[in-house]
């Protein structure tokens, strides 16, 4: 075939489809960009966490596209057919029930698998809880810790907990509204309760909230209450200035270090040092 046929330009193999990794509102409906819209409208299908959630958006909008499963419990036998579908020429957007795909949503091992196979991903950006959560929360945001979900299993909690007290930058939690209340008093144990805190609920609905300014006042808020919906916490970091010595802390931090193989006295100096404290203070926590 010359390079004036009329067929020059046909590929024998199919060009690759783009994945669209589009983002979606965390409640107000309203927040859904032009963008995103004409994406779900135009690609070959929509994967989306639950079909039903995504219904709301597309009857609102008036799209009628295929829509598929995909979640946490579908993925691994969903990725090969959504790539196999990408290497066709297919275009595929995905989508979680709220926000970001990616961000604790399904999105982050299909981008993983589709990015190896050498597929173009295109970010369509829409509303974060996170990040919603923390330009609102009026704590300093040019620098924050995301953690997403703690972990439950007690030890691993302990150490991220203890990581969080101890960090100068914000950090930006995830939560369930069962579990809060008993966040909020593991944080006030190695935080203190008078760290800056904002619990923000329900952002951009209509019962929006943004609980704190401490955490003292958000265990007091929500002491006699039933908490429900969606909870984003932002903290502050420590502050250098306010360093208040934190006696389970350090008492940690002494176990940490004697079963490092530190004597109880050199532990004892290091960390009295370290914390403005008497040796005799330190040595006597355990
Ligand atoms: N992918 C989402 C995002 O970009 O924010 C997060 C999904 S994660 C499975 C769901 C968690 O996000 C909720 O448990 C809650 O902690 C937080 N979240 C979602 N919507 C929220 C809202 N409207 N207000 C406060 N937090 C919200």
Redesign the pocket.
Known sequence: MNNNSPLSHRKEEPENGILYIV?TP??NLNDISQRALNILRNVSLVACEDTRQTKKIMNKFNISNKLISFNKHNSLIKIPIIVRDLKEGKSIAIV??????????P?EDIAKSVKSEGIDIICVP????????LVSSGLPSSSFIFE??LPKKKIDREKILLEISKNEKTTI????PKRLRKLLNELLELCGGEREIIV??????KF?EHVGNNINKAIEFFRDKDII?????VIRGIRKSDFIPNKSIIKKDLTDLIDAGLSLSAASKYLAKKNGLKKSEVYNLI
């Not at 939690?173 to 369930?176: A, M, P, R, V």
């Not at 919906?229 to 916490?233: A, S």
């Open positions: 983002g965390i409640g979680s029930d709220a926000g970001m795909p990616g961000i604790c949503d999105g829409g509303a974060c809880a996170a990040i919603t959560a997403g979900f939690i995830y939560e369930s923000a609920r329900e952002l951009t609905k929006e919906g969606e909870i984003t916490i």
